[in-house]
C-alpha cells in the first residue's frame, strides 16, 4: 500500500498543475452543453411521461399513502422529478467518464509520463476501440447495478457503502485500461492487472467516496426543484474533477508498477547451481 499512498501525493502535485486544472475545463462544457439541451428539451416531457407510468403503479401508491401517513404529503409532488434525476445521474457519468476518457486521458498520459517517467518505453497494446469497449461494458454493468441498488439510498448507511463501492469498480475497470494504454503491452497489462487488483480496487473506492458527493446533490434537487439546472452543472463539474484526479491517480500507480515490472524482469537470475 506504500505505493497507493506514494502515487496518491503525486497525483495530487499533478492536479494542481495549472494545465491539469485546464483540463477539467473541456469535458465539462461538453457536458454541460449537452445536458443543458437534453434538459431543455425533455425534462418535462421525460416528467411527464414517468408521471403517467406510474399513476397506476401500486408501489408508488404506497410510497404516496406512506407520505400522506406521516403528513408529508406536500413530497408527494416531488416523487416523480426525484425519479427522473436519479434515472438521469447515470447518463450524466456515462457521458463525463466518455469525455474525461477520450479529451483528457491522453493528455494525462502524456503529462505524466514526460514528467515523472521520461525513460520508459511505449509499447502501445491498448486501442482507441478497446479503451471504448472497456469503459461501455462497464458502464452497463454499473447501470444495472445502480438501478438494482437503488432502493438502498433511503438507507444513509447503505447508501454510504453502496456508492463509493460501484464508483470504485467502475473507475478501476475504465482508468487503468486509459492509463496503460501507450505505455504497457497487452501482455504486462494483463500481469499488472493481475498483481495490483486489490491496491487499484482501494484506489477505485477512495475515488468512488469522492465520486459518491455530487449523488447526495440529487437528494435536494426534488426539494428545490428551481435549482435544478444549477445543481446539474455542479454534480457534473464534480465528476469531471474527479474523473481527471482518478486518472492522474491511476496513471502515476500503473506507470510507477510497470517500471518496476520491468526493471524486475530484466534482473538476471541470480540463484546458481551448486557446483559439483
Known sequence: MHLVVKTFGRAVLSQLHLRMLLLT???FVLSLLLWG??????????MDWLGAYFADSSWYQAIR??????????LRSFLVPLMAMWLLLPLMILTALLFVGGVAMPAIARHVSTRWYPGLDRRHGGSVIGSLAVSL??????????LLTLPLNAVPPLALLVQPLLWGWLTYR?????????????EERRILMRQHRWPLLAIGIAVGAMGAAPTMLW?????FLVLLPLMAGVAIWVYVLVFVFSGLWFQHYLLAALEQLRRDTMQPDTTLPAAT
Open 37 to 46: 439541451l437534453a434538459l431543455w428539451l425533455g425534462l418535462q416531457p421525460m
Open 219 to 223: 437528494l435536494g434537487g426534488a426539494l
Open 174 to 186: 475504465v482508468m487503468a485500461y486509459d492509463a496503460l494504454a501507450d505505455h504497457a503491452s497487452g
Open 25 to 27: 475545463v473541456l469535458p
Open 65 to 74: 399513502s406512506a407520505l400522506d401517513w406521516m403528513g408529508l404529503s406536500s
Open 137 to 146: 461494458g462497464s458502464f452497463v454493468v454499473f447501470a444495472c447495478l445502480w
